[in-house]
């Protein structure tokens, strides 16, 4: 299969993909585009960057959205997403985090960071429904991914057990299983009577050396079989990939495709591009040449958890 390089010439890697598109379009039907870009500019409200969400154009999302917000030192900013769960990720630097609990009371504490998503396993802060939350910048630079996911509606809460109450918990990197392919956490809300309606939020990462190989490596060590997405068995469940890449100039081949096989679609990817993953879609394993980062997450009664450990409902 062709695959762009890093060290290709500009012209070269635009043929090698023509050629890719050409193979898998004959077989797809282009009527949506699953690719966003990075938004140049923050939404003037939150003063997030918000890059998927249900009310995205095409993306076909129902329950998912992905953002991120950079801080300056001393830098510090409220959020309160209402009815969703919120996994902040700490994409780079360091971050002090404050939340009121259940109990009223103020805690706080620190995610310590890194210096990139290529610089190691990140902190993450996990924050329940209706939970203020107020992150200050500790480092020079800090960035947060922010994913949330409303994984059970007013609707379905009649019958149900007590709602989660207010609260937050950070989640350190201490223990993540050391992998090109490790989940940072796990949420799961259930409703109904005996709690039979259950929905989960999976977020994770996958992290490939330059010339380490994509095709096999971003869903290894059995997590999968016949390169589905791990942390989707069924397709009761929505996703997005973003990717990073070193350098920056990288480029990558990302095949999405739905089991009814009436979607079959690649995209070249770049740095900051986001692919949203409908329910009933599968992406493959990437092909590229650079050093690779995916912030993968995954919202819906079939999203699996790929291992223990991270912060729980």
């Known amino acids: 299969m062709c695959s762009p390089s890093c060290s290709l010439g500009p012209y070269r890697a635009l043929h090698r993909l023509y050629c890719i598109l050409f193979h898998y379009t004959i077989y797809g039907v282009l009527t949506m585009s699953l690719l966003v870009r990075m938004p140049e500019k923050a939404c003037s409200t939150t003063r997030i960057r918000e890059v998927v969400g249900p009310a995205g154009p095409g993306e076909g999302l129902s329950r998912l959205f992905l953002g991120f917000v950079p801080f300056e030192q001393g830098e510090r900013r409220g959020f309160d997403f209402g009815p969703l769960d919120t996994v902040a990720v700490v994409m780079s630097g360091s971050v002090e985090a404050e939340w009121e609990d259940a109990d009223g009371r103020m805690k706080h504490g620190i995610a310590e960071g890194r210096r990139d998503v290529f610089d190691g396993p990140p902190w993450a802060i996990c924050a329940r429904p209706r939970t203020t939350l107020f992150v200050k910048g500790l480092s020079a630079r800090a960035e947060l991914a922010l994913i949330r996911a409303e994984l059970i509606d007013e609707e379905e809460q009649e019958g149900s057990a007590e709602p989660p109450k207010p609260g937050a918990v950070i989640v350190s990197p201490h223990g993540l299983r050391v992998s090109r392919v490790r989940q940072i956490a796990s949420v799961e809300r259930s409703a109904g009577p005996g709690g039979r309606r259950a929905r989960r939020l999976i977020v994770g990462e996958v992290m490939i050396p330059a010339g380490a190989g994509c095709d096999a490596a971003l869903y290894q060590d ?7 997405d791990p942390t989707c068995a069924e397709p009761a469940c929505e996703g997005v990939l973003h990717y990073r890449f070193r350098p920056q100039q990288g480029a ?10 009436d979607y079959d679609h690649t995209y070249q990817v770049q740095h900051g591009d986001t692919v949203a993953v409908p329910e009933g879609f599968h992406p493959e394993a990437p092909v590229c040449d650079c050093g690779l980062y995916i912030l993968w997450a995954r919202a819906g009664a079939d999203a699996v958890s790929i291992q223990l450990g991270g912060c729980s409902g």
């Open 252 to 261: 990558a081949i990302q095949r999405v495709r739905s089991l009814s096989h």
């Open 222 to 228: 059995g997590d999968s079989t016949n390169g589905a």
